[in-house]
């Protein structure tokens, strides 16, 4: 069911920010969850509530799964929309104005140049043996998310594990769970608000 995460900031001009863990059921997906036990192994940030677009490291084709990098996602193409059974756990993070303008920011600089950016598959490999490894400008899904929200001093953020996964997020202080269920059916919702 939906949980209240924490108490929503009374900040005047907040925006709010969500983040998207999901579980598409591609391959790749199952073999995570066969590693890690958790129900979702994909993590992505949105910058509105709509999540007409996602931001996130996976795959750059959705028929391709090992060439991955900074990806825009949305359920209306790519992974999501070929994936169409994702089961999604949304999260809405309330910030000021300020930290907002300077995550649009910082991701308009990454969608400038989406080159500049590796998918991390060492360290994703290496985590399944607890070793943490950061590559120069390379992440895998959880770790662009906490890059991105390390950068604006999100509270709690930094309590994480050396290794993030994905999961790690539904435990995210100031959280609000706005939705579960099927990324399909999650327009339906925001429709009916």
């Known amino acids: 069911g939906l949980e209240r995460r924490g108490i929503l900031s009374a900040v005047k001009n907040s925006e709010q920010v969500y983040i998207v863990v999901s579980q598409t059921g591609t391959i ?9 036990h958790a129900e979702y192994n994909h993590v992505s940030l949105a910058l509105n509530r709509d999540l007409e677009l996602m931001y996130s490291f996976g795959r750059l084709n959705p028929y391709f799964p090992f060439w991955g990098g900074f990806v825009v996602e949305s359920p209306n193409f790519g992974t999501f929309k070929r994936f169409f059974n994702t ?8 910030i000021d104005d300020e930290r907002y303008g300077r995550i649009k920011s910082h991701i308009e600089k990454m969608l400038t140049s989406p080159k500049s950016y590796r998918y991390n598959y060492l360290g994703l490999c290496l985590a399944a043996f607890k070793i943490a490894h950061r590559g120069h400008n390379a992440f895998y899904c959880s770790e662009f998310v906490r890059d991105v929200l390390q ?7 930094d309590s994480f594990e050396d290794i993030i996964k994905p999961v790690d997020f539904l435990s995210l202080p100031g959280t609000d769970c706005i939705y579960q269920g099927k990324l399909t059916e999650y327009p339906l919702m925001v429709k009916g608000e």
């Open 28 to 36: 790749l997906s199952r073999i995570l969850k066969l590693i890690t």
């Open 87 to 94: 089961k999604v756990v949304v999260l809405a993070l309330d």
């Open 151 to 157: 950068k604006v001093d999100v509270e709690g953020i």
